[in-house]
Structure formats: structure tokens, C-alpha cells
């Protein structure tokens, strides 16, 4: 695969959680960056949550206090636990890999949440 793959999205009631997992194709470039971002239908793609290669975040406000990514940049590996889930939470959630060359995107994963 050339893309980075996501899984875990799905259907949830407001308040519940999904895990997002990622898995980036490997490269002789090394990661930087590894991120989750989010498009809603009419929207522009956003920004939720990077994690660099020694460990840092970042969080968009809207998701602080509720989500939380992890893992491992050298394992080309990124979670996103996703807690407290609200409707406008919905998007279509998309993992990117930042290298010292270019980025890759995933094809994206649907999260969907019920009022």
C-alpha cells in the first residue's frame, strides 16, 4: 500500500467512543509527523490532533479534553480514542504521514454520531 490505511470508524450514539487506528506505508524517508484530520459534508478538512516523532501533540480546540491520539512514529502506527462523542463530531476522518520528502493520506474512515 502506498496510502495510509484507517480503520475503527463507525456508527455511535452522542456520548459513546470509536478508536481510530492508522497504519502508514513504510519509507527509507523518516516520519515527522503522523496526524488524524476530519471533513463534513459541506466543509472544509480540518485539523483534530498530530503527534510528532519525539512525542509532542496537538489538539484542535473543539476536541480537547475528549480525544487523545497516540503511537509510534517510527512504527509508522497512530491511534485516536475518541471520547464524549457529539454530532458535529461527524466527518469522514482521514490519517496523514508527514516525511522529510512528502505526505501521505489515507483514504479516510466514516465516524458518524447520533443525537
Known amino acids: 500500500q502506498v496510502q495510509p490505511v484507517e480503520s475503527g470508524g463507525g456508527l455511535v450514539q452522542a456520548g459513546g467512543s470509536l478508536r481510530l487506528s492508522c497504519n502508514a506505508p513504510r519509507s527509507i524517508f523518516r516520519i515527522v509527523y503522523m496526524g488524524w484530520y476530519r471533513q463534513a459534508p459541506g466543509k472544509q478538512r480540518e485539523l483534530v490532533a498530530t503527534?510528532?516523532?519525539?512525542?509532542?501533540?496537538n489538539y484542535a480546540d473543539s476536541v480537547k479534553g475528549r480525544f487523545t491520539i497516540s503511537g509510534d512514529t517510527s512504527k509508522n502506527t497512530v491511534y485516536l480514542q475518541m471520547n464524549s462523542l457529539k454530532p458535529e463530531d461527524t466527518a469522514v476522518y482521514y490519517c496523514k504521514s508527514s516525511t522529510d520528502y512528502r505526505d501521505y493520506w489515507g483514504r479516510g474512515t466514516q465516524v458518524t454520531v447520533s443525537s
Open positions: 503527534i510528532a516523532s519525539g512525542g509532542s501533540t
